[in-house]
């Protein structure tokens, strides 16, 4: 059993940074990869980034991919995802979640645990 808790959203105007960070209950965090979602209003949630359980290998989704940085301290339990370059168009509530599986990191579906999410918005 993994529980997570966001934080660090907030209201930004655009082209401001903002990071986010997840913390993880428990003494396994390690063996599960990690991912940042979101979804805006009226939207299905959306893949952002995914890293692996040692956090060597990243993933992103075009949309953030230059702007966005996932990474993970496996001391602290914590997955972070830095947001840089913010567009109004990245409003959303972000969701860490975490997989037992080394596949299918973009798959909404192949998570197994979820946080609670935290807000992003972005000001034109």
């Known amino acids: 059993q993994v529980q997570l808790v966001e934080s660090g959203g907030g209201l930004v105007k655009a082209g401001d940074s903002l990071r986010l960070s997840c913390a993880a209950s428990?003494?396994?965090?390690?063996?599960?990869?990690m991912g940042w979602f979101r979804q805006a209003p009226g939207e299905e949630r959306e893949f952002v980034a995914a890293?692996?359980?040692?956090?060597?290998?990243?993933d992103y989704a075009d949309s953030v991919k230059g702007r966005f940085t996932i990474s993970r301290d496996n001391a602290k339990n914590t997955v972070y995802l830095q947001m840089n370059s913010l567009k109004p168009e990245d409003t959303a509530v972000y969701y860490c979640a975490a997989r037992n599986s080394v596949t299918d990191g973009r798959n909404v579906l192949a998570y197994d645990y979820w946080g609670q999410g935290t807000q992003v918005t972005v000001s034109s």
């Open positions: 890293v692996s359980r040692s956090g060597i290998l990243t």
């Open positions: 428990g003494r396994t965090f390690s063996s599960y990869a």
